[in-house]
């Protein structure tokens, strides 16, 4: 599990990744899992170099939002059962445990990335990419999506990457412990039913539909979309009261940037705020 020769530099937009597929345009970057002949699974040279990516998001003030998906039809297999469970059954314990720890630092920079990510779910979405789908901030499905958290079916707990802390949350304990003690899949219509997607759209529109989404959250104030997000998952661990007066602080912060000014003036002369996230 050696380190990937292929450091992350800045500017994202010039940043050619070996185990994915980057875009950057107009403010979004579009993450593409392009493994499609094994439906986009993941390899523990991809787990590093994503988590790279999205630690490095915090950096490039270019980037405003990410868009996660999968070429070919698919979004993620999961882990690579040649190139990842296999090697996994003949490591010892603190091999093991670097192992899983280094998979759920990539939910943790998804999660302390400042950028609000959406995830653009089609065809297969399970094991680790069901976790990546969970740890995005909002999830598109294409007709026909179907995502598992297949963790049992090997033989594993369903406490992967933050699944008991992140799918009740999402969808409620009931429901995710229903996922994560039977593995099954859960269906397009049951994840928007269940809040988990947002809405569903055809195979083709999904990725545009994502990206216009990304687009237009790009589009808003930088600093306040970045603290919503920062707030959204703070707010966790708060009460009702502390997270009033937080939510207070960060959104005194917010009227001392240039974009609430800018969108007052425009408002005051009826015009649409062009915000420069300052």
């Not at 009460?239 to 007066?245: D, G, H, T, Y």
């Amino acid at each position: 599990m050696s380190r990937p020769a292929n450091p992350v530099t800045l500017p994202l937009a010039d940043y050619s990744p070996q185990h994915f597929l980057l875009a950057v345009v107009d403010g979004v970057a579009t993450v593409t899992l392009n493994r499609p002949e094994r439906k986009n699974p993941l390899t523990f040279e991809s787990y590093r170099e994503l988590t790279d990516f999205f630690r490095a998001c915090a950096f490039d003030d270019a980037v405003k939002t990410i868009v996660v998906s999968g070429a070919g039809g698919n979004f993620s297999s999961g882990g690579d059962v040649f190139e990842i469970i296999g090697p996994l059954v003949k490591m010892d314990t603190k091999g093991l445990t670097a192992f899983t720890r280094m998979t759920g630092d990539l939910v943790k920079a998804m999660r302390a990335c400042p950028q609000p990510i959406v995830a653009a779910v089609e065809g297969i979405c399970a094991g680790a990419g069901a976790i990546v789908a969970m740890a995005s901030d909002m999830r598109l499905a294409a007709s026909g999506a179907k995502v598992a958290f297949l963790f049992n079916k090997v033989g594993l707990a369903g406490c992967d990457m933050g699944a008991c802390a992140i799918l009740p949350r999402i969808i409620g304990q009931s429901r995710a412990s229903e996922l994560l003690y039977t593995g099954r899949f859960m269906t397009a219509e049951e994840g928007e039913r269940w809040g988990f997607f947002s809405r569903i759209v055809t195979p083709e529109q999904v990725l545009p539909q994502a990206q216009l989404l990304a687009k237009q959250i790009a589009e808003g104030p930088t600093f306040a979309n970045t603290m919503t997000k920062r707030m959204l998952a703070m707010e966790w661990a708060m009460s009702v009261e502390e997270a009033i007066e937080a939510e207070a602080v960060a959104q005194a912060l917010c009227m001392t940037t240039a974009d609430f000014e800018r969108a007052f003036q425009a408002f005051a002369n009826k015009v649409k705020p062009v915000f420069r996230g300052d």
